[in-house]
């Protein structure tokens, strides 16, 4: 699993509902990463965590929100604010020394 | 701007049928290009990392090169397990943290 466990695997939301991914990971690494995709578009970044209880934005960070309170979870929140939240998500974490991302197995959540 | 581009967007293959996927990038001080395999509703595998002009890597029936502008994805005598979507990314340049930024990807299609 490289190391790195998301859940859900399929989520169904109402809309104004907030929902919350967890990703979970066992390689003692600091940097992770949520990436949101859609068909026929790049990942692209909603937040990223360098270090506990730190983080910053990414991309597209507009209503998502993170927390980083240990190092090996980095949990995403997808608010009432978010227009569009229908998307596949991916936690990824980090090997600082060589910069390549490891995937977990993907989140798949729809607005009903 | 910091961009990646991939092509073509779809490849159909015969069983057998050799053939390469492009990578173009604009980023300055390119500290490394990754490429990675998604199968559908995955996350994406980790399949190589090019940091220099020159450098190639091999993995089965997969070979990967870099030039200072574009890497290629060498696919030769392709197998129906080879289908997927193939995706590259390069570290944003200007000394940037975190991210990598994605291509779109190509999706590989390969018939028995």
């Known amino acids: 699993d490289g190391g790195i466990t998301q859940s859900p695997k399929y989520l169904f939301r109402k809309e104004g509902q907030n929902v919350t991914l967890s990703c979970e990971q066992n390689?003692?690494?600091?940097?992770m990463y949520w990436y949101r995709q859609d068909p026929g578009q790049g990942l692209r970044l909603i937040y990223y965590?360098?270090?506990?209880?730190?983080?910053q934005k990414g991309d597209i960070a507009e209503g998502y929100s993170v927390s980083r309170e240990k190092k090996e979870s980095f949990p995403l929140t997808v608010t009432s604010a978010q227009k569009n939240p229908t998307a596949f998500y991916l936690c990824?974490?980090?090997?600082?020394?060589?910069?390549?991302?490891?995937f977990g197995e993907g989140s798949r959540l729809t607005v009903l | 701007e910091d961009q990646v581009t991939q092509s073509p967007e779809a490849l159909r293959l015969q069983e057998g049928e050799s053939s390469s996927l492009n990578c173009s990038y604009t980023?300055?001080?390119?500290?490394?290009l990754f490429w990675y395999r998604q199968d559908p509703g995955k996350g994406p595998e980790f399949l190589f990392t090019?940091?220099?002009a020159g450098e190639e890597k091999e993995k089965e029936r997969l070979k990967a090169t870099l030039t200072k502008k574009e890497s290629f994805l060498h696919i030769t005598a392709p197998k129906p397990e080879d289908s997927a979507t193939y995706l590259c990314?390069?570290?944003?340049?200007?000394?940037?943290?975190?991210?990598?930024?994605f291509g779109k990807g190509t999706k590989l299609s390969v018939k028995p």
């Open positions: 390689l003692n690494h600091d940097a």
């Open positions: 990314a390069v570290p944003p340049g200007g000394g940037s943290q975190g991210n990598l930024i």
């Open positions: 090019l940091y220099s």
């Open positions: 965590s360098q270090i506990v209880n730190d983080f």
């Open positions: 990824a974490h980090a090997d600082t020394n060589t910069g390549e991302l490891f």
């Open positions: 980023v300055s001080g390119l500290r490394g």
